[in-house]
DNA sequence: TTGCTCCTCACGTCACGTGAGGTGGC
DNA sequence: TTGCTCCTCACGTCACGTGAGGTGGC
């Protein structure tokens, strides 16, 4: 019985006292771990084990005669290591570089190096997981609404990134400025629901589906819609078709003696994500009012 | 210029207006985005387009003529939305069935049961990132450390996992036990550095490879190797090979008029993932001592 | 002899990426 | 006519998982 000596590969595969007697020896019982005890030490599927073996990153010591595989004890530590780092999301490639690295110093640099990494991912992962929060904020908001009502509520702040203004053509249609806006937002920050800004509440009426610049309900944005009090209205329909919402809101505020100042924001609370039907889309449109004077 | 409806998939693919007009008349141009420009816009390879497409996971409108692929605004904020469900490694199959609960409050739910999922994979990823921390941890130290001297520190409390206690057999060797210990560990926890407990520096003089009990350097064990003043030495070798270490140990405490109180813990600071030769892993023990009685 | 374990191909899968070779629009 | 864009196969890749069919050890 005697072993294949296996290609360095990631180095956790030194010969290691197999040759101590004389006469190439057969190594001491104990040391010999069958792969599949050896998979369930490190908690690792024989398969994988397999194929670590064929891409030459983690390699057995092979019987002779019938090509059994046996790993060492000291190749236990690596594979758990292997594994957690697979688990982080390392590239088998990279894994088998770490050979060079295999010194306290450079193992240490490396190390290092994928905190870094994975910093990087988390902070990925973190944003992602920011989006689908800000969807069920919408989501539920729009659920809870009347959306029959206009109302005058007390909002608190709600955090935005605004966009640069609009320059609609004469002729353009709403989505066409809604696509510049999507495009030109920061290389790699995601889409967080988008919502539109008009200027007042004249313009809203006059123009309510050409927003005089997007917004995205962005939570790490330095813009905000500031507290305060709104008068707030909903309406169903397509992107960029607000109906009568405008006018509904006008009506109000005249026969409430409310005066709205400042900008309106438009947004959708139920969009494709989960509504099926397009012209069904719920909107929220808000606008800051203070009492009037005495008429 | 006619367009194929595509299959219902995600849902993202109502025909919106698309039979306005008397005749199967062509949909407005503005609402026509071309593949290449809505990749662009949601920050999409067109390749994956395409591969959405075959899969019906995310189908556009095909001109029949050519085969080209159209998309309508309406689907901007989905696609950006199977983005951030990829990207949180959500797997496609599930994704497309998100078609059934794409009403407000099943999709809240299903943001729920998402919003879970994640906090365990993160879970999982900070379990990880821990693992790597203690590694360069041990690594520092090894490097660091005067291997050749015997010294007394005033070392701060260490948090470890302590295992069951061992039961070698007459003859049995050092990794029996250690793979024992490993693959009884709790099912899923990860394999933190592990080291040897020896309950009396008269139990680690006499049976210098065979620890009491194993136990891990896990920062959130329950246990902790208590702060104080420890005698501390190295040594170079193999697993379950502490070399002369004890008696230098005990020689050094004996020429310093010190007694040794409680338990030795040895630990390997420098193993296979960092030294390529087995027989020169970096050993570390260390006891609590105290002043003896003037001698 | 009977299970049980181990082996080697070979092929499947998941989520795309990458040309090769051909057509269409200004 | 000339680029440029779009198309469709077909095949590659990454990290395995899954049998099929056969051998080996107690």
Chains 1, 2 share one sequence.
């Not at 050979?99 to 902070?123: A, C, V």
């Not at 995205?216 to 909903?234: F, H, K, M, W």
Request: proline share 6%.
């Amino acid at each position: 019985m005697t072993m294949k000596i296996p290609k360095a590969a990631f180095g956790f595969t030194e010969v290691h006292r197999l040759n101590k007697g004389p006469d190439d020896a057969m190594p001491e019982k104990e040391q010999l771990i069958p792969a599949s005890e050896f998979g369930k030490i490190c908690r690792i599927p024989v398969s994988t084990l397999k194929y670590y073996d064929e891409i030459d990153l983690f390699k057995p010591y092979r019987r002779a005669d019938n090509g059994y595989r046996y790993y060492s004890p000291h190749q236990i530590i690596a594979m758990s290591f292997i594994r957690v780092l697979t688990e982080l999301g390392v590239p088998l490639s990279q894994i088998s570089e770490l050979e060079s690295s295999r010194t306290p110093s450079g193992m240490l640099r490396t190390l290092h190096q994928q905190e870094l990494e994975l910093d990087r991912k988390l902070e990925v992962l973190r944003a992602n997981y920011s989006v689908l929060h800000v969807h069920q904020d919408l989501i539920f908001t729009g659920m809870t609404a009347d959306e029959n009502a206009v109302t005058v509520e007390e909002l608190p702040a709600l955090p935005i990134r605004m966009g640069t203004r609009t320059n609609f053509g004469p002729d353009e249609h709403f989505y066409g400025e809604f696509a510049r806006y999507l495009t030109s937002t920061s290389d790699n920050s995601l889409v967080y629901p988008v919502g539109g800004y008009f200027d007042s509440m004249e313009r809203y009426l006059e123009v309510s589906d050409r927003p005089s610049l997007f917004f995205s309900v962005d939570p790490s944005g330095s813009d905000e819609r500031p507290a305060g009090r709104y008068l707030t209205g909903y309406a169903r329909g397509y992107y960029g078709e607000p109906g009568d919402i405008a006018k509904r809101l006008a009506l109000y505020a005249a026969d409430h003696n409310l005066v709205c100042k400042g900008p309106v924001y438009n947004i959708f609370l139920h969009d494709e994500i989960c509504e099926k039907d397009p012209n069904h889309y719920l909107m929220q449109a808000t606008v800051q009012v203070k009492q009037g004077g005495i008429s």
